[in-house]
């Protein structure tokens, strides 16, 4: 501990879900389904898609990116929330909580402009399908995840600087892992410049990204309601109402807790709305997304059925 003219905390306590002890159990027991069933999830569907060439497309591309991403975004946050349920290690030294805040910037960040991604590669392929092959090159799609990696990567490196800077006296995060908000919250020091900074980065990004999605979704839809085919119109609105389902829970959340002011008035619901956005979506994801696609599913069987043949 460095001595200032107050002390200044360098280790934190994550308070997570206070409850009791019965409570916590079941707590613990539902993250830890959820978290299991995320990886797996994810994973399973990841390898589905490399194993299978009908299925290397610029759309499955982009979503086995997402999958990983996935992987990483509910691994930086829960497996510490399981500790905490346990009561083994709340504590988290202020490094640690300034990584585990970066990665999990980074990796929202990147889900962010990924999500606009896909619902470019969407546009294009319902709105423009004779040219769709030119426009969406093998060249194309990795120059794409690499801007929504790139961006991911230097997005956090000033808010995660600023905080850094910051001298805190509150040593109590109340929520389940570190973020931006509460971290603020225990400066002891002005931290109007650190916030504003990171309120308008964050605003740019969330409502910048979240913008060009839904202009490539108005784009389809439009597109949509002009088709003659009835089939056709059908396979295309029930492809983007998936999607669109995913991609509202998702930014409708981190809209919240990121550039809406009001957020930070209310720490109980911004614990239930970080569940939603850091828990819940990566768990949705591979199921609103492949298992809704017809492909994906033979594909996925005929794997499993060559791991587990049937005993004849």
Known sequence: MKTWNQSTVTEFII????????????????????????????????????????????????LSTL???????TSVTVPKLLSVFLNRDRAISLSACLVQSYFFFLLGS?????????????????CNPLRYPALMSSKMCIQLALFCCVTGFLNPCLPT????????????????FCDVPPLLSLSC???????????????????????????SYTCILVTILKMTSSKGCQKAFSTCTYHLTVVSLYYGTVIFMYT??????????????????????????????SLRNEDVKKTLRKMLLNMFPARK
């Not at 990147?110 to 319902?126: K, N, P, S």
């Not at 600087?161 to 389940?176: A, T």
């Not at 614990?271 to 199921?287: D, E, Q, R, W």
Request: proline share 4%; charged share 10%.
């Open 15 to 62: 308070l997570g879900f206070p409850s009791t002890k019965h409570i916590q159990i079941l707590l613990f027991i539902s993250f830890l389904f959820t978290y299991i069933l995320t990886i797996l999830g994810n994973i399973t569907l990841l390898v589905t898609l490399q194993r299978e060439p009908r299925l290397r497309t610029p759309m499955y591309f982009f």
């Open 67 to 73: 999958y990983v991403l996935e992987i990483g975004y």
């Open 110 to 126: 990147t889900e962010c402009f990924l999500l606009a991604a896909i619902a470019y590669d969407l546009y294009l392929a319902i």
């Open 161 to 176: 600087f600023l905080v850094s800077r910051l001298k805190f006296c509150g040593s109590i995060i109340n929520l389940f």
């Open 189 to 215: 020091t002005d931290a109007y410049v650190s916030a504003t900074t990171i309120f308008i980065s964050s605003s740019i990004i969330v409502l910048g990204s979240f913008l060009m999605t839904s202009l």
């Open 260 to 289: 809406s002011p009001e957020a930070q008035k209310s720490m109980k619901v911004n614990k239930v709305v970080s569940v939603v956005y850091s828990v819940g979506t990566p768990m949705l994801n591979p199921i609103i997304y």
